[in-house]
């Protein structure tokens, strides 16, 4: 049994397929004076057809998942598109005498090697995206071009070090019953489109090509990330069982989709989606979501180029955004660059500790054009529809009332050209660190709204980096201090009368639902595909009840403590289980 990252759902079984990738075959050749132009011209036919099978692609997916996840190839040829990338190649074949091919493969493996650098999952899965493009040209650039996906024969399992975007587009997805790579992480885009296209898939497990022969039966669950090579008979059944199950619970939680998150004593929840590409918007609406709790937009900023992005193209996105989640609310959160994001871009100095750095609101501060450009941006779109604005690592009041002022010059600037934006636009504050938590009586006078960001607040709070396999365990949700925090945040948003979200990984825990909802939460923001369960289970319970439970929790004094007791109150609600 290996595990790795279940990134699409369902459950497969079927024969291993191994991918076989054959790579252009590359050489260092120095070339004459006179060979110069010809080499850029070798470079300008290649990426004229990249860019055009890259459309038909776009066009092929649109047809087969829609267009938003289409959308996916965009950022493809933007690469293509990118004048400082393709410079950089054109100036290593004109300075250094070399090969296009060998010019390309430099500023690749460059590339690759800044994104493989970055802690950041979403960061490290743009290195792929690169990789896919640079493939496309290389091969386009030969007499015999190698670039194929997987010409699959029969059904089966795909095995592979790492299956971009392209390549996945490209398979026969009658005969494609799931995959499985080395590499790749939550937030790559061959998992996206693995999800639209409702393909099991299990990727990151870093080795599972050398562990696995062709024609090895595999057994693979997209929902736990497991993968069990040559399973035996009581597995292989226990697993057509739960595939049965996993369907069944599918069409159970259809048909509360159109139902409102009620509780039986009738308090309504409001549930979200937490989003960072705009692949996902279609994804959230298809899962009920009732607005966008949480919509990261960095990835604007974060390309190979790692140029800034224009005010219109920022705006763009943000109109986009509105105009489809209208009425529902759209909450985009101001740039949380820097820490491990910004450490190695251009003009960044290093930092010992980048988590306790510049970054996010302290970085807006420090780089105010960047901040006022997407101001601008929001600003401009929430003429549109229900955006809302949300401060990130605010550490106290006077971050608060200097992002105001900022704000309110943007506003100045905006009137002042006769441009249309919504002047009451909400503006809340991301309490996700230790010092925002303690005071949050105070900041919620500042504020129209709260959300919880608890991945960071848990990190924050414990001191432990959960990506630390040595300190890992400490990583608890439902440490009692956690609890005392969300109580404390939550009841000074209850006393001035602010809402008051959630939008970390506790938000999509069932078991951490009865404390959400006994605490008196009134929005709860999550990964799209969380939402269903979590609405049937709102559905179930009554906020008094939950209530009882919490004042029974707060008497406890371990997280496993805490674990236990809701473990067993809800199996005590839903003896047949609730999956």
């Known amino acids: 049994m290996l595990r790795g990252v279940g990134v699409s759902p369902g459950i497969a079984i079927g024969k291993a397929l191994i991918f076989k990738v054959e790579g252009a075959v590359l050489g260092h050749r120095t070339i004459a004076d006179d060979e110069v132009t010809r080499e850029l011209q070798r470079l300008e036919k290649a990426i004229k057809k990249s860019k055009q099978q890259l459309v038909s692609l776009k066009n092929k997916v649109s047809k087969e998942a829609g267009k938003d996840f289409a959308r996916i190839f965009d950022a493809h040829i933007l690469m293509l598109e990118d004048e400082v990338l393709i410079n950089a190649i054109r100036n290593l074949v004109k300075e250094q005498r070399i090969n296009v091919e060998w010019a390309l493969k430099e500023v690749r493996d460059r ?10 999952e979403y960061m490290q899965d743009r290195g792929i ?40 587009a490209q398979m026969d997805k009658k005969l494609l019953r799931g995959f499985v790579t080395d590499a790749g992480g939550r937030t790559s885009h061959t998992g996206i489109l693995a999800r639209s296209l409702k393909i099991p898939a299990v990727i990151g497990l870093s080795d599972v090509t050398s562990r696995v022969k ?17 399973p035996n008979l009581t597995l292989i059944q226990e697993y057509e069982s739960k595939k049965r199950r996993y369907q069944e619970h599918e069409v159970e939680l259809l048909k509360t989709k159109e139902l409102p998150a009620v509780t039986l004593d009738g308090k309504r929840i409001a549930l ?26 960095e990835f604007l900023y974060l390309r190979p180029s790692f140029s800034l992005p224009s005010e219109e193209e920022i705006f763009l996105l943000y109109r986009e955004l509105a105009e489809k989640l209208t ?20 003009g960044v ?8 750095g510049l970054r996010a609101i302290r970085f807006c501060f420090k780089r105010k054009e960047v901040f006022k450009t997407q101001l601008r941006a929001l600003l401009r779109a929430s003429a549109y529809g229900n955006l809302r604005i949300i401060l990130p690592m605010i550490s106290g009041i006077e971050e608060i009332h200097q992002a105001k002022l900022i704000l309110e010059e943007v506003k100045e600037e905006l009137h002042s050209e ?18 925002a938590a303690l005071i949050a009586d105070l900041l919620a006078k500042e504020v129209d709204f709260f959300s919880i960001g608890t991945n960071d607040l848990i990190q924050y709070l414990i001191a432990v980096d959960r990506s630390n396999v040595n300190v890992s365990y400490l990583y608890e949700p439902l440490h009692p201090a956690i609890i005392r925090s969300l109580k404390f945040i939550v009841d000074s948003a209850k006393k001035h009368q602010i809402p008051v979200s959630l939008c970390g990984e506790m938000a999509g825990d069932p078991a951490a639902l009865i404390i959400l909802l006994g605490l008196g939460l009134d929005e709860l923001s999550m990964n799209p595909y969380s939402i269903p369960l979590i609405k049937r289970l709102i559905r179930s319970l009554s906020v008094e009840e939950t209530r009882r439970m919490v004042r029974g929790i707060m008497r406890l004094t371990t997280a496993r403590q805490v674990e236990e007791y809701l473990l067993e109150r809800l199996s005590r609600m839903f003896p047949e289980g609730y999956l």
Request: no cysteine.
């Open 327 to 346: 009425p529902y609310p759209a909450t985009i959160r101001t740039l949380d660059l820097g820490g491990d994001k910004m450490n190695n871009l251009p």
């Open 272 to 297: 979200m989606a937490n989003i960072e590409l705009p692949e996902e918007i279609d994804s959230a609406l298809q899962h009920a979501a009732e607005g966008i709790g949480l919509f990261r937009s």
């Open 111 to 120: 590339l690759i090697s800044l994104f493989a650098q970055f802690n950041d």
């Open 349 to 356: 100095s290093h930092e010992a500790n980048p988590f306790l």
């Open 129 to 168: 995206d690169v990789e896919d493009v640079w493939q496309r040209i290389q091969s386009n650039l030969s007499l015999n071009p190698t670039l194929n996906a997987a010409n699959l024969s029969e059904e089966g399992i795909l095995i592979a070090p790492n299956i971009s975007p392209s390549e996945l």
């Open 418 to 435: 006769h441009i249309h934006f919504n002047p009451r636009i909400p503006i809340g504050v991301l309490i996700e660190i230790p010092s």
């Open 214 to 230: 062709e024609g090895d039966l595999l057994l693979i669950d997209g929902n736990e990330g497991v993968v069990i090579v040559n």
